[in-house]
């Protein structure tokens, strides 16, 4: 079993960065895609970005491409997801997730097995 602890997210105001992380428990961290995925209020869960196991496949999606960036340490179960120039629209639950599969896409919820709890960003205007 893993277990998945998000942290760093607050309110912020448009053009400013904050920095998400995402504890991993188990031995299996190292193994696995780990992705980021946000949630607007009244919209479905979506793709923000993904890090292969070793870190040397990075995935975007186009509205966070160049303002975003996605990092892991393996020696401390960890993901970041670091998010500058932060507009308005990137306001939302973010959760992190731990994909299992060796294929696909990792980019659709339905691709990964594990889930944190979310933490709030909020970005005013």
């Known amino acids: 079993q893993v277990q998945l602890v998000e942290s760093g997210g607050g309110l912020m105001q448009a053009g400013g960065s904050l920095g998400l992380s995402c504890a991993a428990s188990?031995?299996?961290?190292?193994?696995?895609?780990m992705g980021w995925f946000r949630q607007a209020p009244a919209k479905e869960r979506e793709f923000v970005a993904a890090?292969?196991?070793?870190?040397?496949?990075?995935y975007y999606a186009d509205s966070v491409k160049g303002r975003f960036t996605i990092s892991r340490d393996n020696a401390k179960n960890t993901v970041y997801l670091q998010m500058n120039s932060l507009k308005p629209e990137d306001t939302g639950v973010y959760y992190c997730a731990l994909d299992r599969s060796i294929g696909g896409s990792h980019r659709r919820p339905a691709e990964y097995d594990y889930w944190g709890q979310g933490t709030q960003v909020t970005v005013s205007s």
């Open positions: 890090i292969s196991w070793s870190g040397g496949s990075l």
């Open positions: 188990g031995r299996t961290f190292s193994s696995y895609y």
